[in-house]
């Protein structure tokens, strides 16, 4: 089962701190109660000249009015085993990235034209990084 979202928004910061919990049910109100526990906290990049870099937790948060045009979607998917990822995509760019827990997955298109996705194991001390997909330019 998959969802996706779209958010159409005025974006003003360079960078999104999107963070996501896991809980055993919803309120009448929304609000998450029963058991609760932190999923992921996560940086995504708004800012197109981000986009390229692999690590922007040192980069600042800072307003920007030049990425407002930024149409932003946000993907949800469960499989049959309850696992949960999601997908954030700058559609106006066509940047995105995955999320699962304790990993997180980059499609990069590689100086000599191959496109290549790589997943980096976030909850090892070393961040394992792995080969998930390779497609050669035709």
């Known amino acids: 089962m998959s969802c996706g979202v779209p958010r159409i928004a005025a974006i003003a910061h360079n960078i999104g701190h999107f963070r996501y919990l896991e809980c055993a ?3 009448e109100d929304g609000r998450p109660v029963g058991e609760i526990t932190d999923w992921d906290d996560i940086r995504f990049p708004f800012d197109p ?3 390229d870099r692999a690590d ?3 980069v600042a ?7 407002k045009s930024s149409v932003i979607e946000e ?7 309850g696992n949960l990822a999601v997908k954030i995509a700058d559609k106006a760019t066509g940047y995105d990235q995955w999320y699962e827990p304790e990993s997180i997955s980059y499609k990069v298109r ?3 034209g191959n496109l ?3 997943r980096q194991k976030t909850s090892m001390p070393d961040g394992t ?5 390779f497609r050669q330019q035709c």
């Open 129 to 133: 990084w792995e080969l998930v997909s």
């Open 110 to 112: 590689a100086d000599d």
């Open 61 to 67: 948060v800072v307003r920007t009015p030049g990425t």
């Open 56 to 58: 922007i937790a040192s």
């Open 25 to 27: 049910r919803l309120a």
């Open 116 to 118: 290549y996705i790589l």
């Open 49 to 51: 000249n981000l986009q």
């Open 75 to 81: 993907t949800y998917t469960c499989d049959s085993s």
